[in-house]
């Protein structure tokens, strides 16, 4: 640039200025000419794009149908009995199913959304390979990508596997529809694999206790499900409680899982059936002596919703913490079993008493249809859906006031407020109106 700017100067010879005093004019012209640039003048020019022909509609709907397609697993499905014990296995060379692509040409993504729409998924499939069939569950096909069906091959979930519209514990109801579920899958039936993941407890000694036995019981009480094996005369009982993300599944051999294989803490094999359980808070594996001294188990109360229950019992139960707020006492599985936060609000609710009553305000007529409401809604919901306690046809209006914070009540049209309770963490739902909630309790509830 110097060079430039002095040859391009006609200075004449007697007056050309020396070099002192060349550098402050090249220093006065950068500073009336602005900044200097240093980005070549050819990145700064535009660069020209070669014209291209735009795609056809066609083209564009496949490309995009492409680019949505997810990655189809090279592993194929594995072998599954059907429900009347024969092998259910289907020829690749069907005449009423399209081609499968061979090994030497994999499909291209186009030709795999085509299979995903003809129900064809995985790899190249054989005659002793068959595609595994999922059940035929609507709530499941919605949030599922879709998967071959197949008749005879059906999947069981268990009745922990609960359609939530936010996070909903499993209570008396769920826990009972589990216990039925592996019931009918497990009991009577020999013990082929086992696999633990506990403290306490190796896998290797939980697989010597329990593989080769048989199950001999599954029960429930309230939240705490027990499974019985009896090996060589003895019995083993194992604890789960699932709390709030605790789950149990029921598969065939060989199906795939619905979850992550290094979720499940629990998983029991027989020859019909796998039953594993998904990420369970408590998991215990105890000796019938070790129940008797369990901590917890020999100490709850009775069952709500089992048949046997007694109502006399429960209310003495109750009766034995008259300071107590009702809420709170309901609360205690050593009071009663099975009853959660979500039934405990609703049932408030019918009965139109306020959470903070204190169970000495209580007569036993009120205690006895706190008790009744409460073992007809969990009876009601123990056959599976979506939690109810109001039995309408819109599913949206399922429930009176749980989880409803601010929208109007539907009998008075008061907004729903919610509020604790001292040493409770879990929260109570009630109308200001129709409960009787008074100003001191509202002020301390707050919303």
Not at 53 to 73: D, E, F, I, L, T
Not at 204 to 224: D, I, L, M, Y
Not at 313 to 341: F, H, K, M, V, Y
Not at 406 to 435: M, N, V
Request: charged share 25%; proline share 9%.
């Amino acid at each position: 640039m110097r060079a430039a700017f002095v040859g391009a100067t006609s200075w004449p010879a007697s007056a050309r200025p020396s070099s002192r005093c060349l550098a402050p004019s090249i220093a006065c012209v950068r500073r009336a000419s602005g900044p200097r640039n240093r980005t070549p003048s050819f990145l700064r020019r535009p660069i020209p794009r070669t014209p291209t022909a735009r795609p056809s509609r066609g083209q564009s709907a496949r490309r995009a149908a492409n680019r949505c397609v997810p990655p189809v697993p090279s592993w194929s499905w594995s072998t599954v009995a059907s429900r009347d014990g024969s092998a259910a296995a289907r020829s690749s060379s069907s005449p009423s199913s399209p081609t499968r692509p061979t090994p030497s040409q994999p499909a291209t993504r186009s030709r795999q959304l085509l299979q995903r729409r003809s129900g064809r998924i995985g790899g190249p499939r054989s005659s002793s390979s068959p595609s595994m069939a999922l059940p035929s569950t609507s709530r499941l096909s919605r949030t599922r990508s879709a998967r071959p069906a197949s008749p005879g091959r059906r999947a069981v979930i268990s009745g922990a596997s609960r359609a939530r519209s936010g996070t909903r514990m499993p209570e008396g109801d769920t826990i009972l529809r589990t216990a039925t579920v592996l019931r009918r899958a497990l009991a009577g039936r020999v013990v082929t694999g086992f696999e633990l993941v506990a403290p306490r407890m190796t896998p290797a000694a939980a697989r010597r206790q329990v593989v080769g036995g048989t199950v001999k019981a599954v029960e429930s009480n309230g939240k705490h499900l027990l499974i019985t094996f009896t090996t060589d005369g003895e019995d083993v009982v194992l604890h789960t409680h699932m709390r709030m993300q605790g789950q149990w599944h029921v598969y065939r051999p060989g199906q795939r899982w619905w979850f992550a294989p290094s979720k499940a803490r629990v998983v029991i094999r027989t020859d019909e059936y796998v039953a594993p359980c998904e990420t369970p808070p408590v998991v215990e594996l105890m000796t019938a002596r070790e129940v008797a001294l369990h901590p917890v188990v020999p100490e709850l109360g009775p069952d709500v919703i089992a048949d046997e229950f007694d109502a006399d019992e429960g209310i003495r139960r109750l009766r034995a913490q008259p300071a107590r707020d009702i809420a709170t006492a309901l609360l205690d599985q050593r009071t009663l079993s099975g009853i959660g936060n979500e039934f405990k609000n609703e049932v408030l609710f019918i009965t139109r008493i306020s959470p903070w009553t204190k169970v000495a305000d209580l007569d036993d007529a009120e205690l006895r249809r706190i008790l009744a409401v409460s073992r007809d809604l969990m009876r009601r919901n123990r056959d599976g859906g979506p939690r109810r306690t109001r039995f309408v046809l819109d599913r949206r209006q399922r429930v009176w006031v749980q989880e409803r914070t601010g929208l109007p009540c539907y009998e008075c049209g008061t907004p729903i407020a919610w509020g604790t309770h001292a040493g409770e963490f879990r929260k109570s739902w009630y109308c200001p109106s129709c409960q009787n909630v008074s100003e001191l309790n509202s002020a301390r509830s707050g919303r």
